[in-house]
RNA sequence: GGGGUAGUAGGGUAGCCUGGUCCAUCCUAGAGCGUUUGGGACGCUUUGACGGCGGUUCGAAUCCGCCCUACCCCA
């Protein structure tokens, strides 16, 4: 037999690897015929559809969902100077209606502020309206000159989450700032996915705010990915769209806005943090399928085994498991292989030995064998799989670990890059250094005001010029 | 942004320069039948393609033009 037989690219070629998995997992098709636009296959979608709901549940607390259009008029997507320069040469542009040239230009929304703020000028009139506290998961558009990667830099962003606020004061919308940073820690813990958060430098910010919070995870090669990033916009918008508040003494004042956003990177990041050599591996809060049971059928006692895992699926989905029968007539092994790629957490196996001992194997995709009793099979299902969860949580804590260190001069900073880490060093935070740093190791400086759960950040002499400097983060990024 | 290479069935390849064939070929692909089943079973039968549009030609996967897409290298 050939060894290699239905094997995936081993991890460590990670970008082999998760091309190959996107394909053989059924998440996404990249044979779309149009550059960077990706396909969902119904199984990549229902992995969208759990993370999402995830992250609807957190935002739900204490933001209302609404949808806005995707079409942009040329004159509000002008209004705001620094916005259009940072998107200019990524906007795609609606010209005509049908065969008709349009009068004014519509934009294909990049990100929605310009959709949404000119409203909110009309929603806001008093302070008693506010905050206003919104988010929507839409599509936008950008046209991408680098190398487009399904669900890493795509010209359509399929599931973009943005929340926008508006507040009273610059104060309140930096407690704001913190609230959506406390929910995205909430939301990638729940995901198992280790994060840094640092706060960019000012020429990385979004275009328009005062500053920008961000949000990145390390991949397997020791890229950094951004998977989060949070705005303080300060009142540059809100006096471009003129949105203002009467205040309780009658007089008019300008409001303070925040927005927040999260894509499909967080499932570009949940898939390749977890997987290995065998495939994906889901934790099991947003796995498509928490167990498979996968019958054991000989002979005689097929039907019986049969309805034994019948009755065992019955029995789980009443419990409120997402589980599934696999009675297919294939091998038990071409069927453990199968879902192992596609990262079901639990294999749940029923053969006549086990029907006769009132009990299931129960194999953890993360590694690890245990049973399972029909009796109290709720509950030991529960137990293990929350046995997984930590296992995946623990093993992507590891590796963030591992992959995190600090230095104190350009030759360390350079091999440790080399070596695929992610590098903590000091800066004094002048614009000339920062370029420095970022040209001498082919890097970029990821942010300052590191908050890390992983790595100690501390202040020091910069490693270019010596004067004081402060803990930042560099890395090599997607 | 600049340059290069390439698109042939579900996937992988040959064929192209030098236009023509009856059966291209390999596989973890599809369909069908049978025997199997505690870690990727096997046998037999069979389906299916030249990225798109246009041109040259009696005849185009092959030659010409445009477009689309992918990958690699350099900035």
Redo the contacts with the bound molecule.
Sequence with gaps: ??E????LPKKQDF?EWYNELLWRAEIMD??Y????LYVWFPYGFAIRKFVYQRLRELLDRDHKETLFPLLIPEQEFMKEAEHIKGFEDEVYWVTHGGTTPLDVKLALRPTSETAIYPMFALWVRSHADLPIKIYQVVNTFRYE?K??RPMIRAREITSFMESHTVHATWDEAEAQVESEIALTREFYQSLCIPIIISKRPDWDKFPGADYTIAVDTIMPNGKTLQIGTVHHLGDHFSRTFSIQYEDKNGEQKVAFQTCYGISERCIAALISVHGDDKGLILPPVVATLQAVIVP???GKRHDDVIAAAEKLKIDLEANGFRVKLDAR??????K???W??RGVPLRL?L????LDAGKA?A?KRCGGKTTISFATAADDVTRVLGEITEDIREKAEEHMKSHLCTVDSMDALNSALNAGKVVVVHWCRERGCGDAIEEKANSSLLGTDVRSDYIEATDGPCIICGKPGKATLVGRTY
């Design positions: 037999m050939d290699d037989a239905g094997a970008s990249v044979r015929p149009v550059k960077g000159t190398q487009t054991i059928t000989i007539d294939m091998r038990p092994g071409a453990y292989y199968w192992e790629l196996e053969g006549p030995r086990d194997m194999v």
